[in-house]
């Protein structure tokens, strides 16, 4: 139907481009080969070995807290039914919306020819009182900060932390800067498979371990801090919100920036803020 009202326009004189547009669209929904759509299972991606969604399509149970997932419906007293399973559900169900504020290491001294001697620059030291003070001013209830274990997270939190008394550090190797995943489009400093394939299966476990909808016994809403790197936080971001994590190298972050992602109790994703830096004066902003 929509092939022959695309006919009939063309024919009634639309202009060259405008047809053209218009036959371009018809053809790219149109299923190869004249015959069925393409049902094939989406591909899973390299690595991971995770078959995504395809477009428009949310995965509720990305997190694999769905509650739902979590009951084994085999077992389910047949006299009792409905009432026994609703509370089932409610015993695995989120109450609490968790806050997720990523915030990116300040600038550091990129020659140090070990990883020790990369330490923040002076301008660094500068960007990370800002952010603390930025953070600060939200007058939020911050229930913990955990970093990366590297050289340019642990100064930038030593630093923030200062602005936020009374909160809990813990630091980790999972979020340690790497290779999350191999981008596209590819780049030319091009490393082997077997880089991506350890930095991104570490990241990965980040993502998993870090991020995902409240326990069941969150009462309360929380705000939780992780300072660590870009390529980290741009992964995180892009599986986050279920868009093609080879993508995440098109995303771009200042130094010191703070992103802001929120976790609904039904597992919904928002992203609040991409690498906020507009509470920093135009000449602090670096992105090395």
Same mark, same amino acid.
């Given at each position: 139907? /929509?092939?022959?009202?695309?006919?009939?326009?063309?024919?009634?004189?639309?202009?060259?481009?405008?047809?053209? %547009?218009?036959?371009? /669209?018809?053809?790219?929904?149109?299923?190869?080969?004249?015959?069925?759509?393409? #049902?094939? /299972?989406? $591909?899973?991606? #390299?690595?991971?070995?995770?078959?995504?969604? *395809?477009?428009?399509?949310?995965?509720?149970?990305?997190?694999?807290?769905?509650?739902?997932?979590?009951? &084994?419906?085999?077992?389910?007293?047949?006299?009792?039914?409905?009432?026994?399973?609703?509370?089932?559900?409610?015993?695995?169900?989120?109450?609490?919306?968790?806050?997720?504020?990523?915030?990116?290491?300040?600038?550091?001294?990129?020659? *140090?020819?070990? $990883?020790?001697?990369?330490?923040?620059?002076?301008?660094?030291?500068?960007?990370?009182?800002? #952010?603390?003070?930025?953070?600060?001013?939200? *007058?939020?209830?911050? &229930?913990?900060? %955990?970093?990366?274990?590297?050289?340019?997270?642990?100064?930038?939190?030593?630093?923030?932390?200062?602005?936020?008394?009374?909160?809990?550090?813990?630091?980790?190797?999972?979020?340690?800067?790497?290779?999350?995943?191999?981008?596209?489009?590819?780049?030319?400093?091009?490393?082997?498979? /077997? %880089?991506?394939?350890?930095?991104?299966?570490?990241?990965?476990?980040?993502?998993?371990?870090?991020?995902?909808?409240?326990?069941?016994?969150?009462? $309360?809403?929380?705000?939780?801090?992780?300072?660590?790197?870009?390529? %980290?936080?741009?992964?995180?971001?892009?599986?986050?919100?279920?868009?093609?994590? $080879?993508?995440? =190298?098109?995303?771009?972050?200042? &130094?010191?920036?703070?992103?802001?992602?929120?976790?609904?109790?039904? *597992?919904?994703?928002?992203?609040?803020? =991409?690498?906020?830096?507009?509470?920093?004066?135009?000449?602090?902003?670096?992105?090395?």
């Amino acid at each position: 139907m /929509a092939f022959r009202q695309a006919l009939q326009l063309a024919a009634c004189g639309l202009a060259g481009g405008s047809a053209a %547009v218009l036959f371009s /669209a018809v053809a790219v929904g149109k299923p190869r080969g004249g015959g069925d759509a393409d #049902t094939r /299972a989406p $591909e899973p991606s #390299t690595w991971t070995g995770v078959s995504r969604p *395809g477009p428009s399509v949310w995965d509720s149970n990305w997190d694999r807290r769905e509650p739902l997932s979590l009951i &084994n419906l085999k077992k389910r007293n047949v006299e009792s039914g409905e009432e026994e399973l609703a509370s089932r559900l409610d015993h695995y169900k989120a109450k609490a919306t968790r806050h997720i504020f990523l915030i990116r290491h300040s600038q550091y001294h990129v020659d *140090g020819s070990l $990883e020790k001697d990369r330490t923040l620059t002076p301008l660094g030291r500068e960007q990370a009182e800002l #952010t603390g003070l930025r953070l600060a001013s939200l *007058g939020l209830k911050f &229930n913990k900060i %955990v970093h990366s274990s590297m050289t340019r997270a642990v100064e930038t939190t030593d630093i923030i932390s200062k602005h936020l008394p009374g909160v809990s550090r813990v630091s980790t190797d999972l979020l340690r800067e790497g290779a999350p995943i191999e981008p596209d489009p590819p780049v030319s400093h091009w490393k082997p498979e /077997a %880089v991506y394939y350890e930095d991104g299966a570490r990241i990965e476990a980040a993502f998993r371990n870090y991020i995902h909808r409240a326990d069941a016994k969150q009462e $309360e809403d929380s705000y939780e801090i992780f300072i660590c790197h870009a390529n %980290v936080i741009r992964y995180i971001v892009c599986r986050a919100l279920q868009f093609p994590p $080879e993508g995440w =190298l098109r995303l771009s972050l200042n &130094n010191g920036s703070i992103t802001h992602l929120v976790i609904r109790p039904n *597992g919904r994703v928002a992203l609040r803020t =991409l690498g906020d830096t507009g509470f920093m004066p135009p000449d602090k902003i670096t992105r090395s």
